[in-house]
């Protein structure tokens, strides 16, 4: 079924599914609404801003069968990823946990320089230059072509694509089978997670090790990391419906472990049936079923927590405000404008959002409209509260801005309850 603009009545590139993306299932329960949202990436030009914006519906379910939360809102991804601005090497803590993936594939793998690894979303090959310059053989495949050629221009052969069986039997019979295939946090954005499964088992030798990445849904509902949910995440995984993925293709999780990238996530190892599997994923699914992940009444609560946050941050905002307090936004991520435009915070509270990624400053934040500009301007003209809209990060910028802090400047953590930020911390 395609849908209309909310609010301009165009023909817009948006379809609602009525079924589970991974089991098919049409036990699908709506437990939180969000309201009609912009794409939270599409930072606007000054010229632009008078324009009008496209909104899209921005409401979550939970499959009754097999546990997978989710959008059945899906945009059309060559609208969403056209030009896409999140590049991975820009974030020193990225690069720094992209180091160690590859470090461990590596070891525990024993991969060696004949072997072929194949990266599904490459982004601008951060992840693959650390395989390449231990002169291993590396393949990006990268639907975004602004960030496909900024890889290229690194060295790293990139196809700009999205990848699918097809595309996996052409890499294939080009390249040869993969010893290792990595997708970190590629599942979450993908509606065809079984096109990319059918990819993986074209693509993958038969000792070969899949390795994927998503942002953890145990997190996301313990921290209330509700504005982690926009159009371009589709999915929230807990194991359970992992498991039943994989097992559609004969694959078994044979590791999982905790990782702390985007407010808490997994790292599961995946290898063709028939492999050792250790008790980790046990150890995932107990905690799981403690926390009733399956209960209709775990995300009608995760639902009403989401309510209060949106309460109790817009009267401490009112409040600061009301003092004559400068606010400012720390981080033009996409996760903060779920937040502010769910929150109806816009450039009457928050007068900027700093942030270090030069596409994004000069423009302005979807939908509420906040300028963003660089950090030299924050540090040039520091705010007396910075709303901390890039918490994922929280630890490396409390270091990083001790000074601001030290002369009287204050964050304001917004979830899982709005607070400010009174102590310093210190360490590197
Ligand atoms: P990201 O973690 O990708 O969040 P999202 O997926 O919600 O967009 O984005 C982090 C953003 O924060 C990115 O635009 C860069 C910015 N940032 C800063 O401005 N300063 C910093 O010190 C850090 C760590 C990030």
Redesign the pocket.
């Known amino acids: 079924m395609s849908g209309n603009v909310l609010e301009n009545n165009r023909d817009v590139n948006y379809i609602h599914r009525e079924t589970c993306r991974i089991c098919g299932s049409k036990q699908l329960y709506k437990f939180l609404e969000l309201g009609p949202t912009p794409l939270?990436?599409s930072f606007l030009r000054e010229d632009q801003l008078k324009g009008k914006e496209d909104y899209y519906p921005l409401d979550m379910y939970f499959c009754r069968k097999c546990h997978l939360v989710q959008l059945s809102d899906i945009v059309n991804p060559e609208v969403m990823f056209k030009d896409y601005p999140?590049i991975t090497g820009?974030?020193?803590?990225m690069q720094k946990h992209f180091f160690g993936l590859a470090k461990e594939v590596i070891h525990e793998f024993n991969i060696d320089k004949n072997d072929l690894i194949v990266d599904i979303g490459s982004n601008d090959g951060t992840l693959l230059q650390n395989f390449s310059n231990h002169g291993i053989s590396t393949l990006g495949v990268e639907p975004a072509s602004n960030i496909s050629k900024l890889a290229e221009q690194k060295g790293i052969s990139t196809i700009n694509r999205f990848f699918n069986e097809e595309c996996a039997k052409e890499i294939r019979n080009e390249f040869g089978p993969a010893k290792a295939i990595t997708a970190t946090n590629v599942f979450a954005h993908a509606d065809d997670l079984n096109g990319i499964l059918h990819g993986v088992d074209a693509l993958l030798s038969d000792d070969g090790i899949f390795v994927v990445e998503v942002p953890y849904l145990l997190n996301l509902l313990i921290n209330v990391e509700f504005?982690?949910v926009y159009h371009e995440h589709l999915s929230y995984f807990s194991l359970h419906p992992l498991i039943w993925l994989f097992h559609n293709y004969r694959m078994d999780i044979v590791n999982v472990k905790q990782i702390p990238v985007?407010g808490g996530s997994l790292r599961i190892f995946i290898k063709r049936a028939k492999s050792i599997i250790s008790s980790s994923s046990n150890i995932f699914l107990q905690q799981e079923k403690n926390y009733n992940i399956d209960s209709l009444a775990t995300y009608d609560n995760f639902s009403k927590n989401v309510k209060s946050v949106k309460y109790e941050l817009v009267e401490l905002l009112r409040k600061l405000k009301g003092k004559g307090k400068i606010i400012s936004g720390?981080?033009?991520?996409?996760?903060?404008n779920t937040l502010l435009n769910y929150c109806k915070i816009g450039p009457g509270i928050l007068d900027y959002i700093?942030?270090?990624?030069p596409f994004?400053q000069g423009r302005y934040t979807p939908g509420m409209h906040i300028p963003v500009v660089s950090?030299n301007e924050f540090h040039a003209n520091p705010p007396d509260y910075a709303l901390l809209?890039?918490w994922?990060?929280a630890k490396?910028?409390l270091i990083?801005e001790r000074e601001y802090q030290s002369k009287g400047g204050r964050f304001i953590m917004p979830i899982p309850e709005p607070h400010i930020i009174w102590e310093l911390i210190s360490g590197e």
Not at 90 to 93: D, F, G, Q
Not at 330 to 336: E, I, L, V
């Open positions: 939270a990436n999140y820009t974030s020193k803590p504005d982690t985007h720390y981080g033009a991520t996409a996760k903060g700093s942030d270090t990624t994004k950090e809209l890039a994922n990060y490396d910028i990083k």
